[in-house]
């Protein structure tokens, strides 16, 4: 225990939700660490919840700046609700007097004057309040005062050595404004964390952060996804399901209908994942909504994410047609989540159904698979995302659904994206004619936990609820959306 204090007490925390973890625990003290980003990334506002972390640990923190001034470093503070009691701010910013044509230097460069007094700026503050984190802001007027890279370099050097000598972390924040490429600073930072934004054709841009560089660590590698909202940076760790894997026995879970629970053959195993596919308007989403009822009725946890119906619209048409969801979702067994797929990246959702598990969730329905495919901006990933979401829900315990729109009526159908060798039990809904009217049936054609019916079954959604009927065994074709009758007597079953 002891061991694990003193491994802990070497990190500082960033104070910003999520970025500790993909740290691997923090920031290592007394080392410089490089963030880097395109402006209007963010990284101010990460600079600031950093100091104000140390603030509130009761640290001596310090913010000096080298563009923005006091008034608009607190205008950003405020807009997020940062407290900046604790935080000293120290401006080196060229005085209006520069303006004045009196004051240009004739004989010598710029560079080689303004260079120097900016760095006993610098250095005076930092002996003077002795601070513990230091965020300076930002590299990029540094280098354009350097002149050349080899002076550049060798200041930012000196800069490292006189951090570690004072016992101080500092943040140096770079906009990458002053010359493309340039790799400097990277090769001297202890760390380097990147904020990147990508352009989406519709919608929000998708924000990435990646730890490049963390010597003597090991980090969560590759993209995460990352939100600015009112209280500042949040970021969103990719999930590595691997991380929690445990061996429970699983019991079976029942949908409240005696016989689609015999169809299923018994029920569907806790901890599996169940896709639902169809046309549209055969009652997936109902389907879905059975179980949720079952398990709010049984005093348990669920959770609904839904891409393209609003929650009004749902608790509505429920209602219609006999499942009430509006007394568990007063209560709080049940919570509804509308998703607004141009306004939430891929990492945000998956956090977000994770959590809902984390609190104790046993049933969670994901409505639609397609909904989750245009939260995408690329498609290629959602099979990975979504496994890794699958399995943490499914070492939990939780029973997930997952809705799948085929296009199409009848016949053949296709679907934007194949998962059904992902999901552990697969059932599929389809329309079929039969004397003129269309018909509804119910297969279950995979099914990991148990046996199962490899049967048709009539499918019908009425007042009183969900239905599931006799085997339609007077048919052959039913797949087709044209089936042949085989037994004409048999037929009569579909009008009982």
Do not use: W
């Not at 607190?74 to 401006?91: D, I, L, Q, W």
């Not at 963390?214 to 909202?229: K, T």
Request: with cysteine; glycine share 10%.
């Amino acid at each position: 225990m002891s061991s694990q204090n003193t491994h802990t007490k070497a990190f500082l925390s960033t104070g910003i939700p999520g970025l500790d973890n993909i740290l691997g625990g923090g920031l290592t003290k007394d080392r410089l660490y490089l963030l880097e980003g395109d402006p209007g990334a963010g990284k101010t506002t990460m600079a600031l919840q950093f100091l104000v972390e140390g603030a509130a640990q009761g640290e001596t923190v310090l913010y000096i700046t080298l563009a923005e001034n006091e008034v608009e470093l607190r205008a950003v503070a405020e807009a997020h609700g940062f407290s900046m009691e604790g935080v000293n701010v120290h401006e080196v910013i060229p005085e209006e007097s520069l303006l004045d044509p009196g004051e240009q230097y004739t004989v010598l460069h710029p560079s080689e004057v303004e260079l120097g007094e900016t760095n006993s700026l610098i250095l005076g503050m930092i002996e003077k309040l002795n601070p513990s984190r230091v965020v300076l802001d930002s590299l990029s007027e540094l280098q354009l005062l350097s002149g050349s890279a080899l002076r550049y370099r060798r200041h930012v050097l000196a800069l490292k050595q006189y951090f570690a000598r004072r016992a101080c972390t500092a943040l140096l924040l770079d906009d990458k404004t002053a010359v493309r490429g340039d790799q400097q600073v990277r090769s001297i930072a202890h760390g380097v964390i990147s904020l990147q934004h990508i352009d989406s054709e519709y919608g929000a841009e998708r924000r990435i952060i990646r730890v490049l560089k963390y010597r003597g660590l090991a980090f969560r590698r590759g993209p995460h996804d990352y939100a600015i909202v009112t209280g500042g940076i949040v970021a969103y760790p990719r999930i590595i399901a691997a991380e929690t894997r445990e061996l429970i026995k699983r019991g079976q879970v029942h949908s409240g209908i005696p016989q689609f629970d015999d169809l299923l053959g018994g029920g569907i195993e806790e901890g599996s994942s169940t896709l639902i596919s169809g046309p549209p308007g055969t009652g997936k989403s109902s389907l879905a909504v059975q179980f949720v009822k079952a398990a709010t009725d049984r005093g348990q946890r669920a959770s609904m994410f839904l891409f393209e119906e609003s929650i009004n619209t749902l608790l509505n048409r429920c209602h219609g047609i006999g499942i009430d969801l509006s007394g568990p979702y007063d209560s709080g067994l049940l919570t509804i989540h509308q998703i607004d797929p141009a306004e939430m990246s891929p990492g945000e959702f998956a956090h977000a159904v994770c959590r809902v598990a984390d609190g104790g969730a046993k049933v969670v329905v994901i409505d639609s698979l397609n909904g989750y495919l245009n939260a995408m901006p690329e498609a290629r990933f959602l099979n990975t995302h979504l496994h890794e979401v699958l399995t943490y829900l499914g070492q939990r315990g939780v029973v997930t659904f997952i809705v799948g729109v085929q296009q199409g009526i009848v016949g053949a159908m296709t679907t934007g994206i194949d998962i059904s060798y992902m999901a552990d039990n697969v059932l599929i809904l389809r329309y079929f004619e039969a004397r003129g009217t269309v018909q509804k049936a119910i297969s279950v054609f995979k099914k990991r936990g148990s046996a199962h019916e490899t049967t048709l079954r009539q499918f019908s959604i009425t007042k009183n609820g969900l239905q599931v009927g006799p085997v339609l065994d007077s048919f052959e074709g039913i797949l087709t959306g044209t089936p042949r009758v085989l037994d004409v007597k048999q037929e009569h079953k579909l009008d009982e």
